[in-house]
Each structure stands twice: as C-alpha cells, then as structure tokens.
C-alpha cells in the first residue's frame, strides 16, 4: 500500500471539486437563459456566449479529468510515493482552475487562446506521472 501523500489526495478532492463547481455554473448559466431545455445547448452558441463557454469549460473537464484519474488511480495501485507525484497531481488541479477562470473570462475562437497553455500544463503532468508509473513497473 502506497504511504498516505497529502498533496495527491488534496489534489484528488481540488480536482472533483472544480468539476462539480464547473457542473453547477454551467447547470446554473445555462436555466436562467429563455426558453432553457433541460440536457440541451442551444445549437449555434460560440465563444462568444458564456453558456457555451462554461459548457464547453464543464465538457473539457470530462474529456481530461478521468483520464488523469486513472493515472493518479494507477499510480496509487503501484505504491508510487514520489514527492513529484503529488506535485504533478497539484499542478494538474491548479491547471484546470486556471484553465477554466480564463475560459470564462476570455471569449476567444484564437488558437491557441491563453487556455490552451493551461491544457497542455494538465497534459505535460499526466505524462510526467505515466512516465513515473512506468519507472515503478519497469526498472
């Protein structure tokens, strides 16, 4: 069993937490528009509009934090302890905050909008773990 390393499991509960806020904002956001149907975004919204843009920040989550979950999980399964393991899982959590503050408040259709560098910051500390995990079951 891997030793109890606070700063994942801080960074575990930031990261649920962060998602059930994105959920609510865009649940909340979306009823308070005219003629709101419940499960649907009306279609042709863009950046522009900040339904659309706490939507997409909610749906973004989704498509990256389980995946980063399961490497988190994976790392645990292994016993990984590392110091940088639970920097990674910190740096991930505060990277998706980032990343969803600026979502919010910058409607951009640019590419790569000042997001993006938070994206890819949540996707360098997936690696970093994998990579981690990797050196636990192969060397």
């Known amino acids: 069993m891997t030793d109890y390393n606070p700063l994942v499991f801080s960074g575990i509960w930031i990261i649920i937490v962060t998602l059930m806020l994105q959920w609510a904002i865009a649940a909340a956001v979306k009823a308070k528009q005219p003629n709101a149907i419940p499960g649907k975004v009306p279609s042709g919204l863009s950046h522009d509009s900040f339904v659309f843009r706490t939507h997409r920040t909610f749906m973004n989550s989704l498509e990256n934090v389980p995946m980063f979950l399961a490497t988190v999980f994976l790392a645990l399964f292994l016993g990984l302890s590392s110091n940088w393991f639970g920097y990674w899982v910190i740096i991930f959590a505060l990277a998706r ?43």
């Open 97 to 139: 905050i980032i990343h969803m503050v600026l979502y919010y408040a910058i409607a951009t259709e640019k590419n790569p909008s000042p997001r993006s560098w938070f994206f890819v910051i949540g996707a360098i500390a997936n690696i970093a773990i994998l990579v981690q995990c990797a050196m636990v079951m192969w060397f």
